[in-house]
């Protein structure tokens, strides 16, 4: 049999569509959307695969996708002077570069797979085309986009020890945005 | 004084068109005219003839004789006609294409500024639709006033001569008539203005719409924009009743005057009859001249309207139009050679019509070969300054001077052969990246060779420049990705499958996990259906398709015991696409395209899916039910993510493969060509054939090696270049919408490249590139130091340290120039710009 891909015959043959949708129901940026539009964007999603080095984003340009990561795992970086600063790793059920699906975002950190790994891709004039169908939809987006923000920087205070509040113009008031 | 052809294509008179129509043309049409005056007045006397002599003495060969001349005067009459109406068509359109080519010739060499204010759809509208007008009034031009005229006095005379009383009372009317028409014509042409006026608004709208019409979805304006146009058109449809009317009125006022001739003719007639003062013939003949007065006549009051229409349309559009170039195209002499591209900015100041300063005295001075970047804000000048140079823009104080000569006085070839320019949106014409790649280069080439002929670029050049601006990947992708046509290229297909060979041996291992080969035990997810079970391409000219009309293939499906499983796969991937898309889904191709329901077809196979609720898919109709094979056929579990391919189908699939390789052979009329490793196949692409098999990764790592690798193969069985020219033969689409941002910029910087030029202005040309590619191309053109001189306007301060000086513009002058390293480390705008304003 032919496995090219390393899949199993059962993995080839499924459509995965049920198993996409449901990866998206649990995206905190798609929480509460309707039904009906999350079956659009998922419709929408393509699966694509990366292998070890390949970057999925990078720092300086405009890619105009948002990404779901399902295996694997990939690090974030900062590049400045030839020297690669370590941001965050990204594994399953992380979702990447939301910013993107609403409107030119040139990113600010490169995103490459440290492994093999597999994610979904939602292109923002997929995404856009479905938010004209379903309107309410953004209202719902923007709020859970607003959840996110606050809800890290949140996060950060929780976290924060003396240095964070000492210099918080560095860190902190994104949600004051 | 200037003769009114000598004069710009604007200030030239409708009638001068006339006058420079082929005159062999005009001067036949004149002859057929006096024939066909004569031929017009013979039946009347014939008439008269027959009712006053032939009749009385009863002579019937007399009759004969007079009837057989009416008969032929009627049958040459309408052969004239024809030959005077073939003539008309002749000298209109010939006038009116000349008249086309004429004004978009001017069109073109207008300076850029008039294309701010005048909309694509204004000009189309102006040359394809206003000025067919012309057409028909310079081809009637001469034959109808003067036919008509000519017959109308003919038969007048003729009236006057039978009866000298009767003639001049029936011929009084028409003086009546020509007073009164014109002044209804008058309120036609006002409302025809009028008309001009808001159809080209409309031509207009509608261009600015439908060229917007990305904008016009993302933010989904598609109300407000209908509403705009719903003025338009409701205002057009009230000044067009009011002109139709108007129209009519001409019509009715003319026929009524008409009208009233019979009346005389019959009141005053009978009247001299009754008194014995002329003859029954006469009257007959002046009641038949009546109608062949009254055709001249409408003939000639419909050229009148013509005429008037032509006229009002010619004017609007000459309107449109004034205005010079601002360059001459060639000069008497050869442009002289520049050698060593310096270019002096002199007080330089450019003011818009609207009075406003975009360039206030510059002054830059840069040597032949050096390079200099344009940096500062937003609106302060970059650009400007850069077309200036460019000639694109033509200053309104001080100078550019190329090698101590004006730029202002450059002839457009003199521009083109010394300077390249690349703008910040680079525009890709509709044909193959071959034409747009050599856009500049047959452009040189059309000037005149005054000395030595242009060489034509050879596909070496070619390949460097698409090399040099790092698109030449993506044209080898074109070419293996093309499908070669079956009887062509017979000789390349086997070198493909030397290559082959040669990728089996030398990375077959290393891909296996990234190609799905194809092989005759294993199912293909990433292939069709159909491309499963045949296992090769159908040779006949309808290929694939159709496949489902066909009996007997269908008779070997149910032998097989595959009809109905696809038949429910079919009706599956139906239904699942209606359930995900709803059923008022616009034909937008985005969401169409993870099913094999095509945009175009989806309403159609709504009605199907409605019947699937109630009716198992085996007792649908015949063509429905072919219509969902067709989708079975076409699926692909790798792309067509919203079902499952079953394992039973996956296996009957396998087993009817070895089938159809025994069926196929034993069918009239169906030539198969199966998959083969040792065969080219016919209906796949080379890249596939290279393989033989599916690429089916998406890892940029992976198609990076890839490319590495069948660059290599083909470099070793000589076949880049090959791949290259069949790659340059892909159609970019319309405005290249085929190719992304960024293919669209390098290969607009590659076309100015090829040509090779003395000085390069860079208009932000690289800004929609990734860095990468940014990098590329500045590391191309710091190779140039010394040998071309290279001014652009930059966005990314970082690409900076490559440019030898740097000119820094703020609010329309420059503010510092210098080098780049010197003026960032001092505290001045350059280092205000790079680092932002202190706080």
């Given at each position: 049999?032919?496995l090219?891909t390393?899949?199993?015959?059962?993995?080839?043959?499924?459509?995965g569509?049920?198993?996409?949708?449901?990866?998206?129901?649990?995206?905190?940026l798609?929480?509460?959307l309707?039904?009906?539009c999350?079956?659009l964007?998922t419709?929408?999603t393509?699966?694509i695969?990366?292998?070890?080095?390949?970057?999925?984003?990078?720092?300086g340009?405009?890619?105009?996708?948002?990404?779901?990561?399902?295996?694997?795992k990939?690090?974030?970086?900062h590049?400045?002077?030839a020297?690669?600063?370590?941001?965050?790793?990204?594994?399953a059920?992380?979702?990447?570069?939301s910013?993107?699906?609403?409107?030119?975002?040139?990113?600010?950190f490169?995103?490459?797979?440290?492994e093999?790994?597999?994610?979904?891709?939602i292109?923002?004039?997929?995404?856009?085309?479905?938010?004209?169908?379903?309107?309410?939809a953004?209202?719902?987006?923007?709020?859970?986009?607003a959840?996110?923000?606050?809800?890290?920087?949140q996060?950060?205070?929780?976290r924060?020890?003396?240095?964070i509040?000492?210099?918080?113009?560095?860190?902190?008031?994104?949600?004051?945005? | 004084?200037?003769?009114?052809?000598?004069k710009?294509?604007?200030?030239r008179?409708?009638?001068?068109?006339?006058l420079?129509?082929?005159?062999?043309?005009?001067?036949?049409m004149?002859?057929?005219?006096?024939?066909?005056?004569?031929?017009?007045?013979?039946?009347?006397?014939?008439q008269?003839?027959?009712?006053?002599?032939?009749?009385?003495?009863?002579?019937?060969?007399?009759?004969?004789?007079?009837?057989?001349?009416y008969?032929l005067a009627?049958?040459?009459?309408?052969?004239?006609?024809?030959?005077?109406?073939?003539?008309?068509?002749v000298?209109?359109?010939?006038?009116l294409?000349?008249?086309?080519?004429?004004?978009?010739q001017?069109?073109?060499?207008?300076?850029?500024?008039f294309?701010?204010k005048?909309?694509p759809?204004?000009?189309?509208?102006?040359?394809?639709?206003?000025?067919?007008?012309?057409?028909?009034?310079i081809?009637?031009?001469i034959?109808?006033?003067?036919?008509?005229?000519?017959?109308?006095?003919?038969i007048g005379g003729?009236?006057?001569w039978?009866?000298p009383?009767?003639?001049?009372?029936?011929?009084?009317?028409?003086p009546?008539?020509l007073?009164?028409?014109?002044?209804?014509?008058s309120k036609v042409n006002?409302?025809?203005?009028s008309?001009?006026?808001?159809?080209?608004r409309?031509?207009?709208?509608?261009?600015?719409?439908v060229?917007?019409i990305?904008e016009v979805?993302a933010q989904?304006?598609?109300?407000?924009?209908?509403r705009?146009y719903?003025?338009?058109?409701e205002?057009?449809?009230?000044?067009?009743?009011?002109?139709?009317?108007?129209?009519?009125?001409v019509?009715?006022?003319?026929?009524?005057?008409?009208?009233?001739?019979?009346?005389?003719?019959?009141?005053?007639?009978?009247?001299l009859?009754?008194?014995?003062k002329t003859?029954?013939?006469?009257?007959?003949?002046?009641l038949?001249?009546q109608?062949?007065?009254?055709?001249?006549?409408?003939?000639l009051?419909?050229?009148y309207d013509?005429?008037q229409d032509?006229s009002?349309?010619?004017?609007?559009v000459?309107?449109i139009f004034?205005?010079?170039s601002e360059?001459?195209?060639?000069?008497?002499?050869?442009?002289?050679e520049?050698?060593q591209?310096r270019v002096?900015?002199?007080?330089?100041?450019f003011v818009t019509?609207?009075?406003?300063k975009?360039?206030?005295?510059v002054?830059l001075?840069?040597e032949?070969?050096?390079?200099?970047?344009?940096?500062?804000?937003s609106?302060?000048?970059k650009?400007?300054l850069?077309?200036?140079i460019g000639?694109?823009?033509?200053?309104t104080?001080?100078?550019?001077?190329?090698?101590?000569y004006?730029?202002a006085?450059?002839?457009?070839?003199?521009?083109?052969k010394t300077?390249?320019?690349?703008?910040?949106?680079?525009?890709?014409?509709?044909?193959?990246?071959n034409?747009?790649?050599?856009?500049?280069c047959?452009?040189?080439?059309?000037?005149?060779?005054?000395d030595?002929?242009a060489?034509?670029?050879?596909?070496?050049?070619?390949?460097?420049?698409?090399?040099?601006t790092?698109?030449?990947?993506d044209?080898?992708?074109?070419?293996?990705?093309t499908?070669?046509d079956?009887?062509r290229d017979?000789?390349?297909?086997k070198?493909?499958?030397?290559v082959?060979e040669?990728?089996?041996?030398n990375?077959?291992?290393?891909?296996?996990?990234?190609?799905?080969?194809y092989?005759?035990?294993?199912?293909?997810?990433h292939?069709?259906v159909i491309?499963?079970?045949?296992?090769?391409?159908?040779?006949?000219r309808?290929?694939?398709?159709?496949?489902?009309?066909?009996?007997?293939?269908?008779a070997?499906?149910?032998?097989?015991n595959?009809?109905?499983?696809?038949?429910?796969t079919?009706?599956e991937?139906?239904?699942?696409t209606v359930?995900?898309?709803?059923t008022?889904?616009p034909?937008d191709?985005?969401?169409?395209?993870q099913?094999?329901?095509?945009?175009?077809?989806?309403?159609?196979?709504?009605?199907?899916?409605?019947?699937?609720?109630?009716t198992p898919?085996?007792?649908?109709?015949?063509a429905?039910?072919?219509?969902?094979l067709?989708?079975?056929?076409?699926?692909?579990?790798?792309?067509?993510?919203i079902?499952?391919?079953?394992?039973?189908?996956?296996?009957?699939?396998?087993?009817?493969?070895?089938?159809?390789?025994?069926?196929?052979?034993?069918?009239?009329?169906?030539?198969?060509?199966?998959?083969?490793?040792?065969e080219?196949?016919q209906?796949?692409?080379?890249?596939?054939?290279?393989?033989?098999?599916?690429?089916t990764?998406?890892?940029?790592?992976?198609?990076?090696?890839?490319?590495?690798?069948?660059?290599?193969?083909?470099i070793?069985?000589?076949l880049?270049?090959?791949?290259?020219?069949?790659?340059?033969?892909?159609?970019v689409g319309?405005?290249?919408?085929k190719?992304?941002g960024?293919?669209?910029?390098?290969?607009?910087?590659?076309?100015?490249?090829?040509?090779k030029?003395?000085?390069?202005?860079m208009?932000?040309?690289?800004?929609a590139?990734?860095?990468?590619?940014?990098?590329?191309i500045?590391?191309?053109?710091?190779?140039?130091k010394?040998?071309?001189?290279?001014i652009s306007?930059?966005?990314r301060?970082d690409l900076l340290?490559?440019?030898?000086?740097?000119?820094?513009?703020k609010?329309?002058?420059?503010?510092e120039?210098?080098?780049?390293?010197q003026?960032?480390?001092?505290?001045?705008?350059?280092?205000?710009l790079a680092?932002?304003?202190?706080r």
């Amino acid at each position: 049999m032919n496995l090219p891909t390393g899949e199993s015959a059962e993995q080839q043959r499924a459509s995965g569509f049920k198993q996409d949708l449901e990866h998206l129901r649990q995206v905190p940026l798609f929480q509460n959307l309707e039904y009906e539009c999350l079956k659009l964007l998922t419709m929408l999603t393509r699966k694509i695969e990366l292998i070890e080095g390949d970057q999925l984003m990078v720092q300086g340009e405009d890619d105009g996708n948002a990404y779901l990561v399902t295996t694997g795992k990939l690090e974030s970086f900062h590049t400045r002077d030839a020297t690669r600063y370590h941001i965050q790793w990204y594994e399953a059920g992380q979702f990447v570069g939301s910013f993107a699906l609403l409107g030119t975002s040139i990113r600010l950190f490169t995103v490459e797979a440290v492994e093999k790994s597999t994610l979904l891709r939602i292109n923002r004039i997929g995404f856009q085309k479905v938010m004209q169908k379903f309107p309410d939809a953004m209202m719902r987006i923007g709020a859970n986009l607003a959840d996110e923000v606050s809800g890290w920087e949140q996060d950060q205070l929780n976290r924060a020890d003396g240095g964070i509040l000492e210099r918080p113009e560095l860190v902190l008031g994104i949600s004051l945005l | 004084m200037i003769s009114d052809q000598e004069k710009p294509i604007y200030q030239r008179s409708l009638y001068s068109w006339v006058l420079t129509s082929k005159w062999y043309l005009q001067l036949a049409m004149i002859a057929l005219i006096a024939g066909l005056v004569f031929l017009r007045v013979l039946p009347l006397e014939i008439q008269k003839r027959i009712v006053n002599d032939v009749l009385a003495l009863g002579n019937a060969m007399q009759l004969l004789i007079y009837c057989l001349i009416y008969l032929l005067a009627v049958v040459f009459t309408s052969a004239l006609k024809l030959a005077v109406n073939g003539l008309q068509t002749v000298v209109g359109q010939r006038a009116l294409t000349d008249m086309r080519k004429e004004l978009y010739q001017h069109i073109l060499r207008l300076p850029l500024s008039f294309f701010r204010k005048t909309t694509p759809g204004t000009v189309v509208a102006c040359l394809v639709t206003e000025l067919s007008a012309s057409a028909t009034f310079i081809g009637e031009a001469i034959a109808v006033p003067l036919s008509n005229i000519l017959t109308l006095l003919a038969i007048g005379g003729y009236l006057i001569w039978l009866n000298p009383l009767l003639g001049v009372v029936t011929l009084s009317i028409y003086p009546i008539a020509l007073f009164v028409v014109p002044l209804v014509q008058s309120k036609v042409n006002t409302s025809n203005k009028s008309r001009v006026d808001v159809s080209n608004r409309m031509a207009s709208l509608v261009t600015e719409t439908v060229s917007g019409i990305n904008e016009v979805h993302a933010q989904g304006s598609f109300q407000s924009e209908e509403r705009k146009y719903n003025v338009i058109v409701e205002r057009l449809f009230k000044i067009r009743i009011v002109w139709t009317l108007y129209r009519y009125a001409v019509k009715v006022t003319n026929n009524l005057f008409v009208g009233l001739g019979p009346v005389i003719v019959l009141l005053l007639g009978g009247y001299l009859i009754m008194q014995g003062k002329t003859e029954l013939g006469s009257i007959v003949a002046f009641l038949s001249a009546q109608e062949k007065l009254y055709d001249p006549w409408k003939e000639l009051i419909g050229f009148y309207d013509t005429q008037q229409d032509a006229s009002i349309r010619y004017q609007k559009v000459m309107q449109i139009f004034e205005g010079q170039s601002e360059f001459n195209l060639i000069g008497d002499q050869a442009p002289p050679e520049r050698a060593q591209g310096r270019v002096e900015v002199k007080d330089l100041d450019f003011v818009t019509a609207n009075g406003i300063k975009l360039l206030d005295q510059v002054n830059l001075s840069i040597e032949g070969g050096e390079h200099v970047a344009l940096v500062g804000y937003s609106g302060s000048g970059k650009s400007t300054l850069a077309k200036c140079i460019g000639q694109l823009y033509s200053y309104t104080g001080g100078e550019v001077l190329v090698d101590g000569y004006s730029v202002a006085g450059m002839t457009k070839e003199e521009v083109v052969k010394t300077i390249g320019f690349i703008s910040q949106d680079p525009f890709i014409f509709s044909g193959t990246i071959n034409d747009n790649l050599l856009y500049a280069c047959d452009a040189i080439a059309d000037y005149p060779d005054r000395d030595t002929p242009a060489t034509p670029a050879s596909i070496d050049d070619k390949i460097a420049v698409l090399q040099q601006t790092g698109i030449f990947v993506d044209v080898l992708r074109f070419g293996l990705n093309t499908v070669l046509d079956h009887d062509r290229d017979r000789e390349l297909q086997k070198k493909f499958l030397k290559v082959r060979e040669n990728f089996q041996a030398n990375f077959g291992d290393e891909f296996m996990e990234h190609v799905e080969f194809y092989r005759q035990d294993s199912y293909l997810y990433h292939s069709t259906v159909i491309e499963n079970l045949i296992f090769g391409s159908i040779l006949n000219r309808q290929g694939l398709d159709y496949l489902e009309e066909q009996p007997q293939f269908l008779a070997f499906l149910d032998a097989n015991n595959l009809h109905v499983p696809l038949l429910e796969t079919g009706a599956e991937l139906l239904l699942q696409t209606v359930d995900i898309l709803g059923t008022d889904m616009p034909e937008d191709r985005i969401f169409f395209e993870q099913t094999p329901v095509l945009p175009d077809e989806y309403e159609g196979y709504l009605e199907i899916a409605a019947q699937l609720h109630g009716t198992p898919p085996l007792e649908l109709k015949t063509a429905d039910r072919r219509l969902l094979l067709k989708l079975a056929f076409r699926y692909i579990p790798a792309l067509h993510k919203i079902i499952d391919l079953q394992p039973l189908l996956e296996k009957l699939l396998l087993n009817g493969r070895k089938q159809f390789k025994v069926w196929s052979s034993e069918q009239m009329g169906v030539a198969v060509s199966f998959y083969s490793d040792t065969e080219y196949i016919q209906s796949q692409s080379i890249l596939n054939n290279i393989f033989y098999g599916n690429l089916t990764s998406d890892s940029p790592k992976v198609e990076d090696r890839v490319n590495q690798c069948i660059i290599q193969l083909l470099i070793e069985e000589d076949l880049l270049e090959a791949v290259a020219a069949i790659g340059m033969d892909f159609d970019v689409g319309n405005k290249g919408d085929k190719l992304s941002g960024g293919q669209q910029q390098k290969l607009s910087i590659a076309r100015v490249l090829l040509k090779k030029p003395l000085i390069l202005i860079m208009d932000e040309a690289t800004s929609a590139l990734d860095n990468s590619s940014q990098t590329r191309i500045q590391k191309l053109i710091e190779q140039w130091k010394g040998s071309c001189t290279v001014i652009s306007v930059i966005h990314r301060l970082d690409l900076l340290p490559s440019f030898d000086k740097v000119a820094v513009m703020k609010s329309g002058k420059i503010v510092e120039f210098g080098d780049p390293r010197q003026l960032l480390a001092e505290e001045g705008v350059l280092h205000e710009l790079a680092h932002g304003r202190k706080r």
